[in-house]
Each structure stands twice: as C-alpha cells, then as structure tokens.
C-alpha cells in the first residue's frame, strides 16, 4: 500500500436513521458522531409562565411586579393606615372583573368592613359590572391561627367543586392580632399552605404589617419564603410602593409614586411620578421686560418631610402664598416638595405682585396643564386670597410698554379688578380678577367647581 486511504463511503449502521428521535446520532460531514446522552440539568424542561388576569384599571401594578403570576406568593407589608388592605381589595376586584374567584381570609377585621370597602371602590362603576365583580369575592373569619391554613386549603379550596375555583387568596393579615416572630410553628403553617397553593396554581397576597422599627414584621424566614416582596408607605395625602424582591423581574426598589381618588378612594398612579415644570409669565416694569416663574412639583420620599426649595426668593414670603391657596379647593400642595426658580432678568429682585404668576406656575404644575404662553400674571396675594392693588410705578410702566408694543396686542393682561380700570384704552386684552380663585377658573375654566361656574 502507498499509505493512502480509499475514499470513505457511507459507515451508518444499517437501518439505523440519525434523525430519527431519541437518536444519539448526528451527521458530521459523512460520518456519524455519537453525542453522550442529555444528563443534569440539560434533562429540565421548563415550563411557560401563567399569569392570573387583571384589568386595566391595575395595568400599573402587573407592571410594577413583572406580571401578576398564578401560583406566585406575594408579600404585601405597610404601616397602619398606609392602604395595604384597600389596595389588596382592589386586586381582588381587577381579578374579578377578569372572572377569577377570589377569598380574602379576615384575620383582624370584620367582613361587613370589608364589603364597605369593597363597595366604596366600586361606587363609580356601572352598577350591574360591580355585583358581577363582588360576587366573586368571598371572605372567611373562620381561621384563627396560621396553622390552620394548610388544611382550610386542602378541604376548602382544591377540594371545592361548586362553582369557579379559587385561584386568588388573600390573607389579612399574616400577623392578625399580633403574632410574635418566634411564633415557628404559626409561620411554618403559612409556609406549608403557600407550597400547597403554588402546587395547585394560586396566588397568594398575604398582607403584613411594618413594626415601629420600619421593618416588616415576622421572621426572616416570612420574606424568604415569599416570591415577592412590596412594600407600600405613606408620603404626606400620597403614597409610595416599591418592590423590595421578585423571583419574576426586577425589582423596584426607587419607589412608585401613588394618589388617592376623591371619590373612590382607590390607589392610582400619582401624576407626580414624572414631575412637570409650570411656568407663568409676569412684567417686571418697562426697563425689565417680561419675566418667568417656574415651579416643579414632587412627591417626598418614604418618611422624609415635604420641603421647600426657593434660592434666591423670600422663603416666607413664598410659604404664605402656598398656604393661602392651598385653602382652593382641590389645591393640595401641603405634601408636595416645591423646587421653585425665578427667572429675572438682571439682578431684579422678588415683589409682592409676583404672587400670582407664582401661584399660577405652581397650579400649573399640580394640576399639569400648561399655561397660555399669551397670559401675563400680576398681583399680591393676600391671606384671603383676594389680589391687591398694583402700585402706581408699575401701572405706569405697564401703559409704556403697551405704548412702545413691547407688550404685543394679543397679550391676555390678568390684574387686579381694583386697579383695571386705570389701564382701559390701552390696546391690550385686559382680565380683571378680584381673586387667584378668578384668575383660575379664567384660565382653566374646567377646573371651576360647580358654586364657582353658577
């Protein structure tokens, strides 16, 4: 032999076809290569994730935990007062609308409390979608210790075969009247029931309080023994949640800023979340020129107190000003922090009669709606929250202006009533206002209440 090798022809074994399943085979060229067998954790399959549905109304809150998944475990702590059991009720009702059966287990308040509630969120709801919703909201104050769960579960829950099954369970609260952290064989109840739930599909919301310390209450072993955990606090009339763990997304540890509607007292996003800039112009006398007041309004962060940020401006000056309107209805600005500039040209100083264009820039930014940039704003405030009187210098300052058309003719001129009548015939469109209340409901007519409108 010349030490070369023929050509290789085809080698599979016969009536063997690599391709075929569960075949070790596979084709590298000509030749078939023996692969080792899947071993480890090549062997696990996983599985899609499901999710239990909620509508719309809770789309921030799916969004905050990655999605709501069924059979995930889901530790809600807050202080007292802080709205953990009123946002768990409008879980249930988001789960509700979606036709899933939910059971909140009352281990601290009476069920009448909790239909109040129940009823309460819903009074804006057309009436037949709200009984539909809260005839699938059962509740129980049977179980009186948490070792009970496991075994209420096993004969109550999976057993059950009237009706829609049970696929969310609520448990308010975990800590009832006060269940001490060393309470093992109370916490290991819990922790048997929620493996018993994840095996069956059903999520859990079990609701926790937070001690004086500021830390959830219970044993470690309660938060490591939860998929998530989120915590919700107060901050002034608002709220922030956060999400301090999440085996099923990130976690959210910044906070997510919440407010409570008037009529409904639900929890929804807070419009602060993304805070807005409200500007409002003004007119500092003819050698001035036009001028800006910018507000930026914000929520505070958990346990920090609402503050005041105004370089440059007299801050007590600027305090009595947010007092006064804060007495408008619907004007809250008590838990907001206020990050206030001025832009004057120069080294103008502060006066009185910025106190409009001040309080319009800061309405402007709680309410986020834009002021007209064709608005100028000039008036002292006072406690009462009637405008002043402009002084003279100004008045006169203010007819130069119109005169040299450093004011354009399309300028919406908003000033005292008492002092209006001094600047007829000037050419430019004047707005009398006897009050900030006026010179709101004149540039937001939809923000007027119904006594103001007649």
Request: glycine share 8%.
């Amino acid at each position: 032999m010349d030490g070369t090798h023929p050509p290789l022809g085809p080698i599979w074994p016969v009536n063997v076809n690599p391709d075929s399943p569960g075949s070790n085979l596979r084709a590298v060229g000509r030749r078939p290569v023996i692969l080792a067998p899947e071993t480890g954790l090549l062997t696990v399959r996983s599985s899609p994730t499901q999710y239990l549905p909620l509508d719309s109304s809770m789309g921030w809150f799916s969004k905050l935990i990655s999605g709501f998944v069924a059979g995930g475990i889901y530790l809600l702590a807050g202080s007292p007062g802080s709205g953990k059991s009123r946002l768990a009720t409008q879980i249930a009702l988001s789960a509700a609308v979606q036709g899933v059966r939910s059971l909140t287990v009352l281990t601290e308040e009476r069920q009448d409390r909790l239909l109040s509630r129940t009823q309460m969120l819903t009074r804006d709801w057309n009436p037949s979608d709200a009984d539909r919703a809260i005839r699938l909201m059962d509740s129980t104050v049977e179980i009186s210790q948490l070792s009970d769960l496991p075994y209420y579960f096993q004969f109550n829950i999976r057993s059950a075969i009237a009706g829609p099954p049970t696929k969310l369970l609520i448990i308010d609260s975990v800590q009832g009247d006060g269940l001490p952290a060393n309470a093992a064989r109370q916490y290991a109840g819990f922790y048997e029931f929620g493996r018993r739930a994840k095996d069956a599909g059903v999520t859990i919301i079990a609701v926790a309080h937070i001690n004086k310390r500021g830390q959830i209450a219970g044993p470690r072993g309660l938060e490591h023994n939860v998929d998530a955990v989120v915590r919700i606090e107060r901050t002034g009339a608002g709220r922030m949640i956060s999400v301090l763990k999440n085996r099923f997304g990130p976690e959210q540890s910044a906070g997510f800023p919440l407010m409570t509607d008037a009529e409904t007292a639900a929890l929804l996003p807070s419009p602060h979340r993304e805070p807005m800039t409200g500007i409002a112009r003004t007119f500092i006398g003819s050698e001035m020129g036009d001028a800006e007041l910018q507000v930026q309004l914000s929520l505070p962060m958990p346990g920090e107190k609402a503050q005041v940020s105004a370089p440059g401006l007299p801050r007590r000056r600027i305090e009595q000003i947010v007092r006064s309107i804060s007495t408008t209805r619907g004007i809250d600005l008590d838990n907001l922090n206020l990050n206030i500039s001025s832009l004057l040209p120069g080294d103008a100083p502060y006066r009185a009669y910025l106190g409009l264009p001040l309080a319009m820039s800061l309405v402007a930014s709680l309410l986020r709606k834009p002021v007209p940039s064709t608005h100028v704003y000039l008036g002292e405030i006072d406690l009462n929250r009637v405008l002043r009187p402009l002084p003279r210098a100004l008045l006169d300052a203010i007819a130069e202006a119109v005169l040299k058309e450093n004011l354009s003719p399309a300028t919406r001129l908003f000033v005292p009533r008492t002092t209006a009548t001094q600047l007829d015939g000037l050419g430019c469109q004047l707005v009398p206002c006897s009050s900030f209340d006026e010179a709101l409901k004149l540039t937001w007519p939809e923000t007027a209440t119904e006594e103001q409108r007649d």
